[in-house]
């Protein structure tokens, strides 16, 4: 797949290749249509103590081809996956506001290249990062403007397997039924085994009007955010977190959300959350503008 320029935004087809998701908080909600999803094959697992377990879960996904996504970011702490997220800029990194919680305020160190989070590879390499960005309006009580961004403390090195991943700038609704991709090192399981190696999964998204029904995340889901089916195959945050939401148009991937807080997992009834990102692209623009005192950060 290309890339598109930052500052384009393609036309968006009905299928949503490749997307990148980080769990809600909380909430439920009815599931679409059933379809493939999160299939984790489990190569190199590993077991980790519930504190230095990921943030975020792909439950029945599979593994990823190595580097067929080079946009793709860990958010590392002492080491251990946290949370993932994607390059936006050389400098910038997007994840969820979810991901700072019980952090005590440390910076976050972002490791980009990587397929494997632990095996030698040719292009991975630890970033450290100058500032981090929640927005303002996030909060721990709900899943309400879920985002963060990560200002690296210099630009990474752009190559075959470190790539920037241009976000939807057009406020448009995913359509219903668009199938759409997760990637992530979240945990696979219940019982918090994590991969060593990137796993990703595909779910359809669901009208807001049917994620909003009583039974289901009954009417929290505001328009800036999206909903996917969760029928056994998920993407949710767990008492920590992971993950973030593209889309393709004419062969071209962009963003179009992040995962949001935490739910219960692979539950029919409670569709996964994800940030839209559209509605945020001034707010990305203008801190990333700030922080970089140099006009246009792109």
Known sequence: ????????????????????????RRGLGTPGRDCR???????RLTRLSPAGQPRGR????????????????????????????????????????????DTDGKLFQVLLGAHSLTAPEPHKRLYQVRAQFPHPGSNIHNNKDDLLLLQLEEKAELNTDVRVLPFQREDKDVEADTMCEVAGWGTID?????????????????????????NRHDGTITDKMM???????DTCKV????????????????????????????????????????????WIDSVMASADGEGDPR
């Open 1 to 24: 797949m290309v890339s598109a320029p930052l500052n384009h935004t393609p036309q968006l087809p009905n299928s949503c290749s490749q997307v990148l998701l980080q769990p809600t």
């Open 37 to 43: 999803s999160d299939t984790v094959c489990p190569p």
């Open 58 to 101: 792909i439950l029945r996904g599979y593994e990823a081809k190595p580097h067929v996504k080079p946009y793709m970011a860990s958010l590392q702490l002492d080491g251990q996956h946290v949370c993932g997220g994607f390059l936006i800029a050389p400098r910038w990194v997007l994840s969820a506001a979810h991901c700072t919680e």
């Open 190 to 214: 219940h019982s918090g085994t994590r991969p060593d190696r990137l796993q990703q999964v595909e779910r359809p998204v669901i009208s807001r009007h049917e994620c909003n029904r009583r």
């Open 227 to 233: 909903c996917t089916n969760s029928s056994k195959k």
């Open 239 to 282: 008492q920590h977190r992971d993950s973030g939401l593209e889309g393709p148009g004419v062969r071209v991937l962009v963003l179009q959300g992040v995962t949001a807080g935490s739910r219960v997992c692979g539950n029919l009834k409670k569709p996964a959350i994800y940030t839209r990102i559209a509605p945020y692209a001034d």
